[in-house]
């Protein structure tokens, strides 16, 4: 079984900047869409951002102009940029990718174990 291993976070002031990287291992044949997701506390999880294998990009509006994810196929990484923090994008960030697997070709959903993100003055 593979799996998803989260890199960055931390505290930022507002206006900061912090860069999330994210990178899968295991016996992966192709990796299809990747994305990051969000909990605040108290709310539900919220999908941020989201790329395909063709780097086909989707964006929440509330991180629109903001946020930038970009993925690396060959190191099996996806990233998130976060530009111009708002103590609103405090959360738990969650990387997700949606991955084919070697054996049977089967797919299956991996999880990053999740990174705190903090922007407060």
């Known amino acids: 079984q593979g799996q998803l291993v989260e890199s960055g976070g931390g505290l930022v002031q507002p206006g900061g900047s912090m860069r999330l990287s994210c990178a899968a291992s295991?016996?992966?044949?192709?990796?299809?869409?990747m994305g990051w997701y969000r909990q605040a506390p108290g709310k539900q999880r919220e999908l941020v951002a989201t790329?395909?294998?063709?780097?086909?990009?989707a964006y929440v509006d509330s991180v629109k102009g903001r946020f930038t994810i970009s993925r690396d196929n060959a190191r099996n990484s996806v990233y998130l940029q976060m530009n111009s923090l708002k103590p609103e994008d405090t959360a738990v960030y969650y990387c997700?990718?949606?991955?084919?697997?070697?054996?049977?070709?089967?797919?299956?959903?991996?999880w990053g174990q999740g990174t705190q993100v903090t922007v407060s003055s």
């Open positions: 790329i395909t294998n063709g780097r086909i990009t």
């Open positions: 997700y990718a949606d991955v084919q697997v070697v054996f049977g070709g089967l797919r299956y959903d991996y």
């Open positions: 295991g016996s992966i044949l192709n990796i299809l869409t």
